[in-house]
């Protein structure tokens, strides 16, 4: 699986960023899409997914309520909506790709596939 990330870059605390994820060479029909990240000094955190066979989401606790997970226009394309952001969201930000074991999905590092990252930096 091949990622093609784009968005990102800098805002101001309360302010606003989106990132894109493109998938290619997926061939299973059950799996999950979303975003992990990396803060400087923390351990990897998965924050986000969306399920391609029902469009279920997941959200970390550090991000509900501000983030918004959404497919492109086709299940390998998703699209995170960043709101309200705070100087803790900064962090490279990688696109993940996980299969679906036995109906059960698992958006811990490291996921089976991931992009390159991007970064994303929030000022106060």
């Known amino acids: 699986v091949d990622f093609v990330e784009s968005g990102g870059g800098s805002a101001q605390a309360g302010g606003s960023l989106r990132l894109s994820c493109r998938a290619s060479g997926i061939i299973v029909d059950d799996f999950a899409l979303g975003w992990l990240r990396k803060a400087p000094g923390e351990d990897y955190e998965g924050i986000t997914y969306i399920r391609s066979r029902d469009n279920s989401t997941y959200y970390s606790d550090s991000v509900k309520g501000r983030f918004a997970i959404a497919n492109g226009n086709d299940k390998k394309t998703v699209i995170l909506q960043m709101d309200n952001l705070k100087p803790e969201d900064t962090a490279v930000y990688y696109c993940?790709?996980?299969?679906?074991?036995?109906?059960?999905?698992?958006?811990?590092?490291?996921?089976?596939?991931w992009g390159q990252g991007i970064q994303v930096t929030v000022s106060s």
């Open positions: 993940g790709f996980s299969y679906s074991y036995s109906g059960h999905l698992f958006w811990s590092w490291p996921v089976d596939y």
